[in-house]
C-alpha cells in the first residue's frame, strides 16, 4: 500500500543556541530554542514518516520532557527510527522546504541530503529540500513542512 505523509516543525529562534538543519551546523548567531537540538528539518521528516507508516508523531515517540532526550542530535531521532520503526517501509520520495530569513542555506543542502540518504539507506535522488524566506515575515523563527510517500 503506497501512503503519503506531511510532517511539519517549527522553533523560535534564541541567541546562543546552535543552529542545526539536516543534521549541518548553520553559521548563525541565532539558533533553535528546543529540548532536542531543535532541527526542524528531521523533526518534519520524522514526522512525515511515521505518521503514515504507524499513526504516531514524534512527540510520542520521542516527548520532550524526557531527559534522554534533551540536546540530543535529531539524526541520532532518525537513527532510532529506521532502526526501530521503518523494517517494512519502502520510502519512495521525500520533499522538504525550510522557511528561514537568515542565514542563507542553500549551499547547505547537498550535505543535509547526504546525512538523510545515509541514515535511511535511500539513493539522494529521491531527497529534495528548498530553502525559503518568510519575506521578513517570521524574524525569530525557522520552520519545516515535508511531504513523504511510503510504500507499506
Given at each position: 500500500m503506497i501512503k503519503a505523509g506531511i510532517g511539519y516543525d517549527l522553533?523560535?529562534?534564541?541567541?546562543?543556541?546552535?543552529?542545526?538543519?539536516?543534521?549541518?551546523?548553520?553559521e548563525s548567531e541565532w539558533?533553535?530554542?528546543?529540548?532536542?537540538?531543535?532541527?526542524?528539518?528531521?523533526?518534519?521528516?520524522?514526522?512525515?514518516?511515521?505518521?503514515?507508516?504507524?499513526?504516531?508523531?514524534?512527540?510520542?515517540?520521542?516527548?520532550?520532557?524526557e531527559e534522554?532526550?534533551?540536546?540530543?542530535s535529531s539524526l541520532e531521532l532518525l537513527k532510532i527510527v529506521k532502526q526501530q520503526y521503518l523494517k517494512n517501509i519502502k520510502i519512495l520520495s521525500i520533499d522538504s522546504v525550510i522557511i528561514l530569513d537568515k542565514p542563507k542555506i542553500g549551499n547547505f543542502i547537498p550535505k543535509m541530503i547526504k546525512n538523510i540518504s545515509s541514515i535511511l539507506e535511500i539513493d539522494e535522488e529521491i531527497i529534495s529540500i528548498k530553502g525559503k524566506t518568510s519575506e521578513n515575515t517570521r524574524l525569530f523563527s525557522v520552520e519545516s513542512y515535508t511531504v513523504s510517500l511510503i510504500e507499506k
Open positions: 522553533h523560535r529562534l534564541v541567541k546562543g543556541r546552535e543552529l542545526i538543519l539536516g543534521g549541518e551546523k548553520i539558533g533553535c530554542l528546543a529540548h532536542s537540538d531543535g532541527d526542524v528539518l528531521i523533526h518534519s521528516l520524522i514526522d512525515s514518516i511515521v505518521s503514515p507508516a504507524l499513526k504516531l508523531d514524534i512527540g510520542k515517540l520521542f516527548p520532550d520532557n534522554n532526550y534533551k540536546d540530543i
